[in-house]
């Protein structure tokens, strides 16, 4: 059975493996002191918060959200990051997550709930197209 708690102290190291794998699979990576600044947000009242999702107490499945306001109605709820360990998927676990920031977002009074994935990530986006709908929109990122 699938517990989703939001994230504790005692999860750091684990959900610092978890972030990295979410990151490896979109070929990035962040120093050390991001992983800090990001899991003191989480553990404080900073805005940024997290779900951790637990098989036999394990951690294997993470996700972070934070809201923001809106110019098109009331503040808004961003799911950014999602991910669960690959020895476990397909049990269950994105939906899970999906379901708590859903529910969190609605306690919040959030107008709306919204995420990004990459249009090649085909095995989330199943789980996606279930759960949401894809409005089409393209995002650019700025470099300076």
Not at 25 to 53: H, N
Request: hydrophobic residues 40%; charged residues 25%.
């Amino acid at each position: 059975m699938i517990e989703i708690a939001p994230l504790r102290a005692e999860d750091r190291d684990r959900w610092a493996e978890l972030w990295e794998g979410y990151l490896t699979f979109y070929k990035t990576s962040l120093p050390a002191e991001r992983y800090e600044i990001t899991w003191r947000r989480m553990m404080g009242s900073d805005g940024l918060f997290g779900f951790g999702a637990y098989l036999d107490g394990r951690l294997v499945g993470i996700t972070h959200y934070l809201f923001h306001a809106s110019t098109w109605g009331d503040d808004v709820c961003y799911l950014q990051d999602l991910f669960a360990d690959p020895t476990v998927r397909g049990q269950g676990i994105g939906r899970a997550l999906i379901e708590a920031v859903a529910a969190a977002a609605n306690a919040a009074g959030a107008s709306r709930l919204y995420w990004l994935t990459q249009d090649s990530n085909a095995t989330a986006r199943l789980l996606y197209d279930r759960l949401a709908v894809n409005r089409g929109f393209i995002r650019y990122d700025y470099t300076r």
